[in-house]
């Protein structure tokens, strides 16, 4: 049997098209064995390939371009194409495609987030489809068209009978069954070989046309064929008239929620009263921080949800306790219900006490349960379908708890994985099996809370948005059990920016690309699979580490000791070729010095000098041995107790310390003899402001040319490698958050993969700007006036007053003074701007909405801030001060933001 696929591709000089896909002929997906499309006319592409004669035929395949000019390849937008098809009724198949680009905002739209949820047909869909029976050969007209409501249909129309002679009363509906894809079918006898015709919306109500697609007539071309054939046409996108499609959306972690049946936090289930207050002021998505488990050590560190311990399992924080049974002894009952009380009444979210009673009501109603939870048919249908993650995270939390650490280094025979030692805890005899099947039990009705939300939302038109980490927990799960993915002698994290002056140290191991990529990134895909089941969009945390992560030695403790992974370090032959005077002492060891050491400690400084350095010549000094790492020094000062046990004068000491430790101009590269990488901010380091002109010439010239210019192309080539893996796993709508230090073919990257930038106005991407206006953000973009890891927009407006005067007059075009706080109507002006944006979506923090409104917003302006990312042992414990039964009652408020988004077009639902 032959299948013919041809692809209309228009190319440049030195490009030319490759197809590979699912089956042995069509390369097994491996690149090496893609098969080579033949040009046969201008801008269109061709292979025939025989496959083996079977009565069904299933194929997946795509299109990639490789380009000879720039020895590059990339693919196609999209996921992958399918063909099923009866291989025994025809004897030639005829694939005929569109190349689908890179960047067009409308194949976005065939997201889930938006072909789902916001375009979701619900019953008006199609239930069944067939193509003609009883005729020779068929034709089959496919188009992409999820922006179509649900009062309306696609139609076609044509230059023939079948297809109505252009007669509008006489379009052929197409079939919705596979939406957003329509399809129709028709008998080839009663097509010309030329076929002309476009696509209409039709109103199903009055049964007319509506809407004509944008554009020229379509062509199809039938070959003449004396064999039964089958030919599909797939059009790519419905031509609309102008791309401009935008929505609104709220942020709000789900720690942070209030409502008067949580208990002490927000949960998943009080989600479903925040989809009825965002379908009611017209927003169409809900964003919230990463839900997975965090539990460490049973501390407030825990709190932090970017850490978790496992990438699959949900933080039983969210539970709601009384939704999965009611214990059986009536007097426990009573108590938490009166601690529910007390804890809905707390400011902030007390983490260590709401997690304590959740899980031990949890084990108790399991203790009253388990025999009849086990043989349940749900459960078993669950733990079939998370085996494979579930049973190594009960079997880590079990050790965790019994052990009494989640450093698994620790765990004697366990601390490394063996699947025969581990299985043995999974006996029903073992004294382990009641605490594993205890967290089996937590889990599956954090699933099914989850799941009963993430159906809510969708059948209500509102997109969970979720959160990937870029990072694991050290001691994880993960970490644990697939250990050949990471490396650990290093930890990610970020350089300086305008969170943190000395740079993010986040702890994390960071990824072993070269062994994840071995499987085509199968963690990674499992990951996103898993989260695809109850989110319809994702914000890919850092996704710069992507591109590269900052990585920081593990005896370091500041960002600022990091440097790029994967990167080029400098040879010391290139670098004296560049004029550095290389003397690796002077410019690779911590540079101390006795004239500026009373300015770092004050009246500490002789005990500084006698208990803690090395005097080597006159006023030339080192740290001594015990104190020679940032990781030493932090580690003689906290040990166990943290930094907020340390006195004002050991506070001071040790930063002093810590900082001398980093004041070098170049790093020395791991692995690598005589190579080295330039220190981030090395200019406000003493060492090289000490240094005379001419090689502080010489060094700047390297550093803005390793920071800005030398790694362009290899990263993005790091990018384009792991990225696609990540994008075809799910059809999730992605958003990245590209802030900080971004290389210049980040946009080029996000954009060819359909991945949506992030754009604040306090954080502009040209570094030559003090704010970014909302109105320059590109379509494809989330635009947002604050994040998580920022003061909202009324605290902000309280920091820096000349700041503030200057956005007052040139971002919001003001005259005069600027009022010292941010005044409602300050605040909807900026929600305004933000709203009339280009950006696709436009997302605020719950608090930025409620700042409009002088009732309703709080009375702790700083006290809203979620996170503040230069303290990396902060307590996120934020909690709304208002409920959310108050907030669906508050008519005024919810009826002017509801105006905003009409206003401003973020209503329009097709």
């Known amino acids: 049997m032959n299948i013919s696929f041809e692809c209309y591709c228009p190319t440049e000089w030195g490009q030319s098209l490759f197809l590979v896909g699912s089956t042995k002929e069509l390369g097994s997906w491996k690149i090496e064995n893609a098969i080579p499309l033949k040009s046969i006319t201008e801008d269109k592409w061709k292979v025939i390939i025989e496959l083996k004669a079977s009565a069904k035929v299933a194929i997946e395949y795509k299109y990639f371009m490789r380009d000879g000019n720039r020895n590059t390849i990339f693919y196609e937008f999209g996921t992958n194409r399918k063909f099923t098809g009866n291989a025994s009724r025809f004897g030639d198949i005829n694939l005929k495609d569109l190349w689908r680009y890179h960047g067009n905002d409308q194949y976005v739209w065939t997201k889930s987030a938006f072909a789902n949820v916001v375009f979701n047909r619900n019953d008006s869909q199609a239930k069944t489809y067939s193509i003609p029976a009883k005729v020779n050969s068929v034709i089959e007209f496919k188009v992409m068209a999820p922006r179509v409501g649900r009062d309306y249909d696609i139609a076609i129309l044509g230059n023939c009978n079948v297809l109505g002679n252009w007669d509008e009363s006489k379009a052929v509906t197409l079939n919705d069954v596979d939406f957003p894809e329509w399809k129709t079918a028709f008998n080839v006898a009663d097509l010309p070989q030329v076929v002309e015709y476009k696509y209409v919306i039709v109103n199903k109500k009055i049964g007319k046309i509506t809407t004509w697609e944008d554009g020229g007539n379509r062509f199809a071309y039938l070959e003449a064929s004396n064999n039964n054939s089958y030919y599909q046409i797939?059009?790519?996108?419905?031509?609309?008239?102008?791309?401009?499609?935008?929505?609104?959306?709220?942020?709000?972690?789900?720690?942070?929620?209030?409502?008067?049946?949580?208990?002490?936090?927000?949960?998943?289930?009080?989600?479903?009263?925040?989809?009825?207050?965002?379908?009611?002021?017209?927003?169409?998505?809900?964003?919230?921080?990463?839900?997975?488990?965090?539990?460490?050590?049973?501390?407030?560190?825990?709190?932090?949800?970017?850490?978790?311990?496992?990438?699959?399992?949900?933080?039983?924080?969210?539970?709601?306790?009384?939704?999965?049974?009611?214990?059986?002894?009536?007097?426990?009952?009573?108590?938490?219900?009166?601690?529910?009380?007390?804890?809905?009444?707390?400011?902030?979210?007390?983490?260590?006490?709401?997690?304590?009673?959740?899980?031990?009501?949890?084990?108790?109603?399991?203790?009253?349960?388990?025999?009849?939870?086990?043989?349940?048919?749900?459960?078993?249908?669950?733990?079939?379908?998370?085996?494979?993650?579930?049973?190594?995270?009960?079997?880590?939390?079990?050790?965790?708890?019994?052990?009494?650490?989640?450093?698994?280094?620790?765990?004697?025979?366990?601390?490394?994985?063996?699947?025969?030692?581990?299985?043995?805890?999974?006996?029903?005899?073992?004294?382990?099996?009641?605490?594993?099947?205890?967290?089996?039990?937590?889990?599956?009705?954090?699933?099914?809370?989850?799941?009963?939300?993430?159906?809510?939302?969708r059948k209500n038109g509102i997109v969970l948005k979720g959160d990937i980490p870029i990072g694991i927990s050290r001691h994880s799960v993960d970490a644990w059990y697939e250990p050949e993915l990471f490396n650990f002698d290093g930890q990610a994290g970020a350089p300086p920016d305008d969170f943190s002056v000395d740079g993010q140290n986040w702890g994390f191991p960071t990824y072993n690309w070269k062994q994840m990529q071995k499987d085509n990134y199968q963690w990674w895909r499992n990951r996103l699979t898993k989260m695809a089941e109850y989110f319809d969009a994702y914000r890919i945390d850092h996704i710069l580490g992507f591109f590269r992560i900052w990585e920081i030695p593990f005896d370091a403790v500041q960002g600022i000791l990091g440097h790029f992974r994967p990167s080029i370090p400098f040879s010391k032959d290139e670098l004296q070729n560049n004029g550095v005077w290389f003397d690796y002492s002077r410019l690779c060891k911590p540079y101390i010095r006795g004239h500026f050491l009373n300015d770092i400690f004050a009246a500490y400084t002789d005990e500084v000098i006698d208990t803690y350095l090395n005097e080597t010549e006159y006023n030339v000094f080192?740290?001594?041995?015990?104190?020679?790492?940032?990781?030493?020094?932090?580690?003689?000062?906290?040990?166990?107790?943290?930094?907020?046990?340390?006195?004002?004068?050991?506070?001071?000491?040790?930063?002093?310390?810590?900082?001398?430790?980093?004041?070098?101009?170049?790093?020395?590269?791991?692995?690598?003899?005589?190579?080295?990488?330039?220190?981030?901010?090395?200019?406000?380091?003493?060492?090289?402001?000490?240094?005379?002109?001419?090689?502080?010439?010489?060094?700047?010239?390297?550093?803005?040319?390793?920071?800005?210019?030398?790694?362009?192309?290899?990263?993005?080539?790091?990018?384009?490698?792991?990225?696609?893996?990540?994008?075809?796993?799910?059809?999730?709508?992605?958003?990245?958050?590209?802030?900080?230090?971004?290389?210049?073919?980040?946009?080029?990257?996000?954009?060819?993969?359909?991945?949506?930038?992030?754009?604040?106005?306090?954080?502009?991407?040209?570094?030559?700007?003090?704010?970014?206006?909302?109105?320059?953000?590109?379509?494809?973009?989330?635009?947002?006036?604050?994040?998580?890891?920022?003061?909202?927009?009324?605290?902000?407006?309280?920091?820096?007053?000349?700041?503030?005067?200057?956005?007052?007059?040139?971002?919001?075009?003001?005259?005069?003074?600027?009022?010292?706080?941010?005044?409602?109507?300050?605040?909807?002006?900026?929600?305004?701007?933000?709203?009339?944006?280009?950006?696709?979506?436009?997302?605020?923090?719950?608090?930025?909405?409620?700042?409009?409104?002088?009732?309703?917003?709080?009375?702790?302006?700083?006290?809203?801030?979620?996170?503040?990312?230069?303290?990396?042992?902060?307590?996120?414990?934020?909690?709304?001060?208002?409920?959310?039964?108050?907030?669906?009652?508050?008519?005024?408020?919810?009826?002017?933001?509801?105006?905003?988004?009409?206003?401003?077009?973020?209503?329009?639902?097709?």
């Open 234 to 457: 797939c059009d790519g996108l419905f031509h609309f008239s102008g791309n401009s499609f935008k929505k609104a959306g709220v942020a709000v972690p789900v720690f942070s929620l209030r409502t008067n049946e949580s208990f002490g936090v927000g949960e998943f289930l009080d989600l479903k009263k925040l989809v009825n207050w965002a379908k009611k002021t017209s927003l169409k998505m809900i964003q919230v921080l990463p839900v997975n488990d965090t539990i460490s050590t049973h501390g407030f560190l825990d709190s932090y949800p970017y850490k978790a311990i496992s990438v699959f399992a949900l933080h039983p924080l969210y539970l709601n306790i009384f939704k999965m049974g009611k214990i059986k002894d009536a007097g426990l009952m009573d108590e938490y219900l009166l601690q529910q009380k007390k804890l809905n009444k707390n400011q902030t979210v007390d983490y260590n006490l709401v997690l304590t009673l959740k899980l031990k009501y949890a084990k108790q109603l399991f203790k009253e349960k388990k025999t009849e939870f086990l043989k349940n048919k749900e459960f078993q249908e669950f733990f079939k379908h998370n085996k494979s993650w579930l049973e190594p995270y009960a079997a880590f939390c079990y050790l965790r708890d019994h052990l009494g650490t989640s450093d698994f280094n620790e765990w004697a025979d366990y601390q490394n994985y063996k699947s025969t030692k581990v299985k043995a805890l999974f006996n029903e005899q073992s004294k382990s099996f009641n605490e594993i099947t205890y967290w089996y039990f937590v889990q599956f009705y954090l699933d099914k809370q989850l799941a009963e939300l993430s159906s809510f939302a």
């Open 622 to 910: 080192n740290l001594k041995n015990a104190f020679k790492t940032q990781r030493l020094i932090y580690d003689h000062f906290v040990g166990e107790q943290g930094p907020e046990g340390l006195s004002e004068k050991d506070d001071k000491i040790m930063w002093g310390l810590i900082r001398l430790a980093a004041d070098v101009v170049l790093l020395p590269a791991d692995g690598l003899n005589e190579h080295f990488h330039p220190r981030i901010s090395m200019h406000s380091t003493y060492s090289y402001k000490e240094l005379d002109d001419q090689q502080k010439h010489s060094l700047n010239n390297v550093y803005i040319h390793y920071f800005y210019h030398r790694h362009e192309q290899f990263w993005k080539e790091q990018a384009v490698e792991k990225l696609p893996a990540l994008v075809e796993a799910t059809n999730m709508l992605i958003c990245g958050e590209d802030l900080g230090m971004i290389p210049a073919t980040v946009p080029e990257v996000m954009n060819q993969m359909g991945i949506l930038s992030l754009e604040i106005q306090r954080m502009p991407k040209d570094p030559k700007k003090e704010f970014a206006h909302p109105s320059d953000a590109p379509t494809m973009s989330v635009c947002t006036t604050s994040t998580h890891d920022m003061a909202t927009i009324r605290g902000w407006w309280e920091e820096d007053r000349e700041k503030t005067q200057m956005f007052f007059n040139q971002q919001l075009g003001k005259y005069g003074d600027a009022p010292f706080f941010a005044e409602p109507w300050v605040c909807k002006d900026m929600i305004l701007q933000h709203l009339y944006s280009p950006a696709m979506w436009t997302v605020f923090p719950i608090q930025d909405l409620l700042a409009m409104d002088d009732e309703l917003r709080s009375e702790d302006t700083h006290g809203e801030r979620i996170n503040d990312p230069a303290n990396p042992r902060h307590y996120w414990n934020y909690r709304m001060h208002l409920s959310l039964e108050d907030l669906l009652k508050a008519n005024e408020f919810n009826k002017l933001l509801g105006n905003l988004v009409k206003e401003t077009d973020r209503d329009t639902d097709y």
